[in-house]
């Protein structure tokens, strides 16, 4: 770049920061710069604004549809341009920006010529109706300040016009879709007792939650085994969470379904609900933004949904099932046995104060074995969640293939309240190492080294 050329650029970056100076600055009340009202002074846009007393709230943007929404109760409804139920959340948050709504600089007292602002026809208008005020609350958003991050605004009927975050934009600038509750099935995770997910017409696995006492939840087909909890409870959030992305067509007919991968050759969520109730979602072919095409069972929207439960399902039941031996709360254990050679001991948690207050935790032993400390205890109880399935066999043979008609271990685990008690065995057959657990029909097999780790951790209890 010649040295003309730099100048020139450095004159021009000059101009353009000038320009805006001048720009902002001529627009500004004189009288504002005093020493009680510097330019930076924040102040409430509304004054008595209480987002619980709002009955309903309209939204108008600059070449977009009037929304308007209105509280039914505790729960909200868009009534235009449709009515259809809305979401709350999304409604809270507009409603506590609105509260919290501060003017950044003050530009004019008594600006006659809104359209430098971009207020003639305002980016955004609100009006918020609230039981006990005299008058809705109405606030006007216009175009950015030049080179700056704020935004011009103004509340009609008012002289003074003034800057507010730019970032205020997002909050307010809200499509009836934005509002609209965006949920494609209405259900709360704690509500679901069953998951049946079948695949191109086929039953791939069933998730059934658990008896009172006994694990949370279990996989119920095609195997009898345990599933990893927390990795249930994340794919239960993602049910509940589920939002629609955007809206395909509200009046899907059959020749709709067929084309988006729905209907009869969707993927579907069978959710068993209580009293025998039931919701179906079917999940359609992707989208060519890497989406997915969905619909609840019944329904003729069709919409699309983020591929994150899509993915979910596509690990498959491996992802889900648990592949701990056990997963072991060692604080919630009050008591096992330990089941070796032909000789069984058991422990029994007990706790007493030091003379310094402090509780010590002992396991009692039954005679002839003697107690085993807190910290050795502790150590063969966590090593327990340390022992990790390298295979599933589902389909075992009998159980002296794997050396479990004879184990080298057998654990029983007691639990206060009405928790189940529960087991795990351990065998070693020749240079492999096998495990089975209650209420699993497969046979685990482990890593030989940490398996006879954890034998020896119990066995010496009480030695």
């Not at 139920?85 to 004019?108: F, K, M, N, R």
Request: net charge neutral; aromatic share 8%; no cysteine.
């Amino acid at each position: 770049m010649s040295s003309f050329a730099r100048t020139a650029f450095a004159v021009a970056i000059a101009a353009s920061l000038f320009g805006y100076i001048y720009f902002v600055e001529s627009k500004k009340d004189p009288k504002s710069e005093t020493p009680d009202e510097g330019s930076g002074k924040r102040e409430k846009v509304f004054t008595g604004f209480d987002k619980l007393k709002v009955k309903s709230l309209t939204l108008k943007k600059r070449g977009g549809d009037l929304v308007e929404v209105e509280k039914n109760g505790e729960s909200w409804a868009l009534v235009s341009p449709r009515e259809i139920p809305a979401d709350a959340g999304e409604i809270a948050t507009l409603l506590d920006a609105l509260q919290g709504l501060e003017t950044e600089d003050v530009l004019s007292e008594g600006a006659s010529d809104l359209a430098p602002f971009g207020l003639s026809e305002p980016r955004v208008a609100v009006s918020v109706v609230a039981e006990g005020a005299p008058k809705p609350f109405e606030f006007e958003l216009g175009d950015s300040v030049p080179a700056g991050f704020s935004l011009f605004a103004r509340v009609p009927g008012k002289p003074q016009l003034f800057t507010v975050s730019s970032t205020l934009e997002n909050t307010l600038s809200k499509s009836a879709f934005d509002l609209r509750d965006r949920r494609l099935i209405k259900v709360k995770k704690a509500d679901i007792r069953s998951v049946a997910v079948v695949e191109k017409g086929k039953n791939a696995f069933k998730l059934v939650r658990g008896a009172p006492g006994e694990d949370e939840w279990k996989v119920e087909t095609p195997v009898t085994t345990r599933a990893a909890r927390w990795t249930v409870d994340s794919f239960l959030g993602l049910i509940e969470n589920l939002r629609m992305e955007s809206i395909v067509t509200e009046q899907a007919a059959p020749p709709d379904l067929a084309k988006h991968g729905l209907g009869a050759t969707a993927r579907r969520l069978i959710l068993g609900l209580d009293e025998s109730k039931s919701l179906t979602l079917e999940i359609g072919k992707k989208t060519d933004d890497g989406k997915y095409y969905a619909r609840e069972g019944t329904s003729k929207l069709v919409a699309t949904i983020s591929a994150a439960l899509a993915d979910d399902l596509d690990k498959g039941l491996k992802n889900l099932r648990a592949t701990r031996l056990l997963d072991v709360a060692a604080y919630e254990v009050t008591a096992f046995d330990v089941a070796s050679g032909g000789v069984t001991k058991t422990f029994t948690k007990s706790t007493t104060k030091e003379k310094d207050g402090v509780e010590e935790v002992l396991w009692k032993a039954a005679a002839p074995a003697k107690d085993a400390s807190q910290q050795k205890a502790s150590d063969a109880l966590f090593a327990i969640g340390g022992l990790d399935a390298a295979e599933f066999i589902d389909a075992p043979k009998n159980l002296s293939a794997y050396g479990l008609d004879s184990p080298a271990l057998r654990v029983t685990l007691k639990f206060d309240g009405d928790k189940k008690a529960d087991w795990f065995e351990v065998a070693l057959k020749g240079e492999e190492a096998f495990g089975r657990r209650r209420d699993d029909s497969s046979i685990i097999r482990l890593d030989k080294t940490k398996a006879e780790a954890l034998i020896t951790s119990f066995t010496a209890l009480g030695s």
